[in-house]
């Protein structure tokens, strides 16, 4: 494995682990710099669509919309395995995300598993997602 492509994967892993951690605190301006201007972004629950969104300026209205409504996000990010292709890449990540959400009076805490398959283009020598495909595979929520 040559130096190159380890620097990428460092690359490529900071860029999912700098969604997790601005998303956190909800910088969602900051969160769509890591985005093509033409993203592709859908999100599946229980194996149906329930997001497809084109854009980031569509993405974005649609993250302050959703951040609107958690009151705590936590993100813990697991395995991530990239292919390289010159400046292209694939990947896919594993992540656990909490959100506390109020209902009814009460803090409701859901749990996400989630699997994301992206692609991931090089511009101007920054790594950004160009493509993701969120898959939320368990989800189970409670009041806290």
Not at 96 to 115: H, N, P, W
């Amino acid at each position: 494995m040559t130096q190159q492509i380890l620097k990428t994967k460092e690359d490529l892993r900071d860029l999912i682990d700098n969604y997790a951690y601005l998303s956190d605190d909800k910088k969602i301006a900051e969160v769509m710099d890591l985005f093509t201007p033409d993203v592709s972004y859908k999100v599946y629950m229980g194996g149906n669509l329930v997001a497809d969104v084109s854009g980031r300026q569509n993405m974005e209205k649609d993250f302050n919309s959703h951040a609107s409504e958690v009151k705590t996000y936590f993100t813990l990010n697991g395995q991530h395995t990239v292919n390289i292709e010159g400046d292209t890449a694939t990947g896919i990540s594993f992540t656990q995300i909490k959100m506390i959400r109020e209902a009814e009076g009460k803090d409701i805490l859901t749990d996400y598993s989630v699997k994301y398959d992206d692609k991931y283009v090089l511009d101007n020598g920054k790594w950004l997602i160009k493509d993701r495909v969120a898959h939320f595979l368990i989800i189970e929520s409670r009041a806290l």
